[in-house]
């Protein structure tokens, strides 16, 4: 049923996914395609790791991805979590060859901050007190404030990188740019539909009704009764996200009476068809107008994950999986 990925509205992005742009061709790119050679100590299918030829300590290492990337947040998971095990394979590499106790691993994003080769790379350098690399660090004061200010928004950050990993993008469609007031929308192709309250016939908002939450977003629940069975449906409020916690055991095609689990009442019906012949749609409101013209509208049929998100009587987002 399309109980899947459904919440009140916000649309939410986060800084430098998905963003297409031209990476120029750098030193690593022709290493990697053997323009260039080097010294390697290291590759698999995803890490490739050699001698710096400008080492600023003997066993000076340069370990790069596979997977082109200018900065470290564009990298995919995969090939972050590559890194992250291939760097203290290198890494005890180094100190064998080299004798040292000490190192440092150094990673550069941006001019700012010192990075040249606009290519994700990680040095690995060996620390003996003599050698080239020189730190200052001009340590300030953390407040209170502050700290909580940054640890907020880090956190949610985390929590919407989380939900993007979760969200169906094959079968997510956004229609158009969202126009309500009730709607914040940030241009982005890493656009996520979260509901953040939506209203049963009578004015309740089935968003939060429970303890259950999604990477930190309350709930959509919902009412049941099918086969026999009558129980509770805890929907993910991201819009393409298809988890759902319940204690019902229903077979794939069931078909489905949704209710309202506050007042009892039955959802509204739609108006829509669907080449799925059995399946019926309703409704829940994204206003307390209760008005059609912003709702999300669901199969009753489980298993069958066709939703969409309309916004002043135009969809929005479509999800049919």
Request: hydrophobic share 40%; aromatic share 6%; with cysteine.
């Amino acid at each position: 049923m399309c109980l899947q990925g459904i919440r009140g509205l916000r649309v939410a992005h986060w800084p430098g996914r998905g963003i297409v742009r031209r990476m120029e061709t750098t030193v690593f790119d022709k290493i990697l395609s053997g323009e260039l050679p080097c010294y390697r100590v290291y590759e698999d299918e995803y890490v490739l790791a050699f001698l710096d030829i400008n080492p600023l300590a003997e066993g000076h290492t340069l370990v790069i991805p596979k997977e082109r990337a200018s900065y470290l947040h564009e990298l995919s998971d995969g090939a972050a979590s590559a890194l992250g095990k291939a760097l203290p394979r290198i890494t005890r590499a180094v100190m064998h060859a080299t004798g040292c106790t000490a190192y440092n691993v150094l990673q550069n994003n941006g001019a700012v901050a010192h990075q040249a080769v606009f290519y994700v790379h990680f040095h690995i350098i060996p620390r003996r007190g003599d050698d080239g690399l020189g730190v200052q660090w001009n340590a300030g004061t953390l407040t209170d404030a502050a700290a909580k200010k940054t640890q907020s928004l880090m956190q949610k950050a985390l929590a919407q990188a989380s939900v993007a990993g979760k969200i169906d993008r094959e079968h997510l469609h956004a229609e158009r740019v969202a126009s309500g007031s009730h709607i914040r929308v940030v241009d982005s192709p890493e656009v996520i539909v979260q509901l953040t309250q939506a209203f049963g016939p009578r004015g309740d908002n089935l968003v939060g009704l429970s303890d259950i939450a999604f990477d930190g977003a309350p709930a959509l629940t919902l009412r049941v009764v099918a086969d026999g069975q009558d129980g509770l449906v805890h929907l993910s409020p991201f819009h393409g996200d298809a988890r759902k916690i319940t204690d019902l055991q229903l077979e794939e095609g069931a078909k489905c009476q949704l209710l309202c689990p506050v007042s009892g009442d039955p959802l509204p019906r739609a108006q829509i068809s669907d080449e799925h012949a059995s399946a019926d749609y309703y409704e829940v409101y994204l206003t307390r107008k209760l008005s059609r013209g912003e709702s999300v509208i669901l199969s009753d049929i489980w298993g069958h994950h066709h939703s969409r998100v309309l916004d002043n009587f135009e969809v929005l987002s479509t999800f049919e999986a």
